[in-house]
T-cell receptor, first 112, second 117 residues
């Protein structure tokens, strides 16, 4: 079974649309993260959730909003998509006190 | 601000050659160090990690890395690469006390390794 899963794997959409990416982990971890990997492969943290509470929030536009219905899920909702949002978005999870993060397969978002 | 530097953008080797990928970080406090690998079209996978203890750590697939605190370095090595090692390699640092954040991984920009058969 996949430890960290994301859906969809690919997402192609028009500028101005609103879209969501889902992430689920079955590792029993209590912290989940979203990363953005740009066209140059640079990975940057966007958000993390610990026990349903946002604990870090790097300087991302407020068009991006993480939503965590429970500690096994952390979804990423993006409003008014822009061309610059095109990237690969990775979800990850970890257990508090154990700093190793486990990554999902990524969602390749292309905004046209 | 804390940062992670990977010196080589693209490394091209022939099979059986030895590999060393450089990684330096800037942070004076307690750090955890990681190397992740991303095979073409795949997600990030943990190669190895250092939290404490023996500064020479061994990971999967014959990789190892050495933490040299005085040099703020965590270089990745493999004595003999294979074609299947072709991938992107990312060094990452977790600085738990920085800005009160926890679990905030800072990644280097990655090194692309191409191994010629």
């Amino acid at each position: 079974d996949t430890a960290v899963s994301q859906t969809p794997k690919y997402l192609v959409t028009q500028m101005g649309n609103d879209k969501s990416i889902k992430c689920e982990q079955n590792l029993g971890h209590d912290t989940m993260y979203w990363y953005k990997q740009d066209s140059k492969k640079f990975l940057k943290i966007m958000f993390s959730y610990n026990n349903k509470e946002l604990i870090i929030n790097e300087t991302v536009p407020n068009r991006f909003s993480p939503k965590s219905p429970d500690k096994a899920h952390l979804n990423l909702h993006i409003n008014s998509l822009e061309l610059g949002d095109s990237a690969v978005y990775f979800c990850a999870s970890s257990q508090a006190g154990q700093e190793t993060q486990y990554f999902g397969p990524g969602t390749r978002l292309l905004v046209l | 601000a804390q940062s992670v530097s990977q010196h080589n953008h693209h490394v091209i080797l022939s099979e059986a050659a030895s590999l060393e990928l450089g990684c330096n970080y800037s942070y004076g406090g307690t750090v955890n160090l990681f190397w992740y690998v991303q095979y073409p079209g795949q997600h990030l996978q943990l190669l190895l990690k250092y939290f404490s203890g023996d500064p020479l750590v061994k990971g999967i697939k014959g990789f190892e890395a050495e933490f040299i605190k005085s040099k703020f370095s965590f270089n990745l090595r493999k004595p003999s690469v294979q074609w299947s090692d072709t991938a992107e390699y990312f060094c990452a640092v977790n600085a738990r006390n920085y800005g009160g954040s926890q679990g905030n991984l800072i990644f280097g920009k990655g090194t692309k390794l191409s191994v010629k058969p």
